[in-house]
């Protein structure tokens, strides 16, 4: 079996601020994440001389607005994605529900940002993130998205949930599971 590996770099193409508490009077703290125009550029700039395909980060509708812009203009490699981050009470980053950024886990946020893909001029895949969430019972999104085409993705990384304590392979057989639904109810036969 020959050894394979994939190449791929993410591209988060705004700042975002990411909350991770409140001091005692109430104003949130916490570190500002992303980079500027200059740093954007250059970082597409490389992953263009690396012809490195790019999984643009969507935290924030901007994002998209600004990502589609180096798609619409011929400046992403092959093999681009859109990673739309759906973000939940905790955020990406957060142990209480103070997230700040993002937008909510919904068919509504999912619906915007599938609308708006439909303006870039090159046609690329996408999949969802659901960001702190927690125990997912609400698993409609995810179905959603996997009815229309997009993959899902989950793990340790993206779940907190201050009342659950799951493994990733817990996580992982949930997502199987929404798949096993949502292919019989695209197919309408048993999977």
Known sequence: MKNASLR???VDTELTLFAMEADA???RAGPEFGFNYARVANQIRM??????P???GVYEPGHLRHARHYVNN???T???MWDFYLS??????AKDPI???GMKPSLESLCHYLHMIEGAEIKHPWYISIWGQGALEDTAISRRAIELGGPIKTGLELFYDPAGNPTDLELLQQAQEIARIATKTCTGTAV
């Open 47 to 52: 992953l263009r001389e690396l012809d490195a």
């Open 99 to 101: 997230a700040t950024h």
């Open 25 to 27: 009077e109430g104003y």
């Open 88 to 93: 939940g009470d905790y955020g990406l980053t």
């Open 8 to 10: 791929i770099a993410c």
């Open 78 to 80: 092959p093999g681009p």
């Open 54 to 56: 790019m999984a643009f």
């Open 74 to 76: 011929g400046l992403s």
